[in-house]
């Protein structure tokens, strides 16, 4: 792919993460959204309009490489449909960006990934929350060493049933893979990121129509011990939330999306106090869509894969084998837990 100062992209899925795509494409500096792809062509691209673009949408992504000049295809599709737009962005010689999970299977992940590498193609997942202004935060000060080791991390994201999904899709396990996979793996892969491979994983899930809906984990790397927990199945009016719990031998870091006080630090016998947290203007969103209006952890990951792209460089942040590994890593979690609800196999 020629490096460019004014890069150019096709949105594939203008669903809930589509939108909030979108809107971040309204701020990004040298990146022009100059066309979208849904089937659902009219009410796509009278959704657009509302986000102030005047582009074209087309039923399908191959009118859109074979019409407009591109440099990369975002892939906001359901899960069961990433595998096929991401190997056609890639045959067709584009940068990739796809939406998390990457897919629902390690085959399908791998497909991807044989094709990437057979193409030198520069492609980065959408795992957000590596790039989230407050996780970012708790990422840096783990790097700095400066609450000494860590201890134990805990961390919480739960949500009232998904209802925004067209056709329902997020809650039919077979297309999102359950609040586990799509939700939670959110969790599982910061973890990864900020810790490595774990040791030792156990877990315990709750299974309802739309799959795994709720998912305890517990992961051990050395001495540090890890719990995550995640779930959709609280009522719609309960609302979202994500948190954590960092707790170091000299210090305890809180970040709760609920308390509105922000990124806490603890050291030694002093009252908590905020920790100072570099946020972009990226806004919220406008659609009234979605468990989330914030589009700061969004406007992070599509700033720096642009910027790669710019700097005729590979994304090494959230990558399509960290994507795989987080996959993976999540897909052993839902195993785990519906084994120890079953433990006979009947």
């Not at 100062?5 to 990004?28: E, I, N, P, T, W």
């Not at 019409?67 to 449909?81: A, K, R």
């Not at 052993?332 to 837990?337: P, T």
């Amino acid at each position: 792919m020629s490096v460019r100062d004014d890069l150019k992209g096709v949105l594939v899925g203008c669903g809930f993460m589509g939108g909030m795509h979108a809107q971040v494409y309204r701020s990004l500096p040298g990146v022009s959204l100059v066309a979208a792809v849904d089937g659902m062509v009219s009410e796509s691209k009278k959704k657009l309009e509302g986000f102030g673009f005047d582009i074209p949408v087309y039923a399908t992504l191959a009118e859109a490489i074979s019409t407009e000049e591109l440099d990369f295809v975002d892939v906001c599709l359901p899960t069961d449909l990433h595998r096929d737009s991401a190997i056609e962005a890639i045959e067709a010689g584009k940068a990739l960006f796809c939406e998390k999970p990457l897919t629902l299977t390690l085959q399908e992940a791998d497909a991807i990934i044989a094709a990437a590498e057979s193409k030198g193609t520069s492609a980065q997942v959408g795992h957000c929350i590596r790039f989230w202004p407050e996780y970012a935060a708790l990422m840096d000060f783990h790097e700095s060493g400066k609450g000494g080791g860590l201890l134990s991390l805990s961390l919480v994201r739960r949500s009232g049933r998904p209802g925004y999904g067209v056709g329902d899709w997020l809650n039919d396990e077979n297309r999102s893979g359950g609040a586990a996979l799509d939700l939670h793996i959110h969790d599982t892969d910061f973890v990864l990121a900020l810790l490595g491979e774990p040791d030792h994983v156990s877990s315990r899930t709750t299974e309802d129509f739309s799959g795994p809906s709720h998912i305890f984990s517990q992961m051990t790397f050395g001495n540090t011990l890890v719990n995550l927990e995640g779930g959709w199945n609280y009522p719609k009016e309960w609302g979202f939330q994500m948190a954590f719990q960092a707790v170091y031998e000299d210090a305890v870091i809180d970040y709760d999306s609920q308390n509105g006080k922000g990124l806490l630090i603890t050291e030694g016998s002093g009252a908590a106090k905020e920790l100072a947290v570099a946020k972009p203007e990226a806004g919220t969103s406008s659609s009234g869509e979605g468990n989330i209006s914030d589009l700061g952890g969004y406007y992070n990951q599509l700033l720096y894969f642009t910027d790669c792209l710019k700097k005729g460089e590979a994304p090494r942040k959230a990558t399509l084998r960290d994507g795989r590994a987080s996959l993976q890593l999540c897909l052993k979690e839902i195993a785990l837990g519906k084994l120890a609800n079953n433990p006979a196999g009947v």
